[in-house]
């Protein structure tokens, strides 16, 4: 299901096309899918510290950790077949986003240039 996500960095606002999971797709993530594929949200009923993986996936991606107010808490790169990637902090969605030429910029401008 596409939906509309705002996301807020410091002082900065976000808005993205994002693709949200279900409950079966959470399992799947980026998984089998290529770097063209949608940024993936994934919305958690309470605040925890998800462990991902990123086995099978082929490509670097942004992992990035929010809060219930879509506040970045932390972000990460994560490179392909990386085994554990767990945020410090609880939170509450995390946004999955490939490194492709349409995110770039946007990645650029929360994370800062040569951050990634």
Request: glycine fraction near 4%; charge should be positive; proline fraction near 7%.
């Amino acid at each position: 299901m596409s939906a509309k996500l705002v996301i807020y960095n410091k002082s900065k606002k976000f808005e993205l096309k994002v693709k949200k999971v279900n409950s079966i797709t959470k399992y799947i993530g980026l998984m089998f899918k290529t770097i063209e594929s949608p940024p993936l949200l994934f919305e958690f009923s309470y605040n925890s510290r998800p462990a991902i993986h990123s086995f099978f996936v082929f490509f670097p991606f942004i992992a990035l950790w929010l809060d219930d107010k879509n506040n970045v808490l932390e972000y990460n790169l994560v490179k392909p077949f990386s085994p554990l990637v767990r945020p410090t902090q609880d939170c509450k969605n995390l946004l999955e986003l490939p490194l492709n030429k349409e995110n770039r910029r946007l990645i650029g401008l929360l994370v800062g240039k040569g951050k990634i």
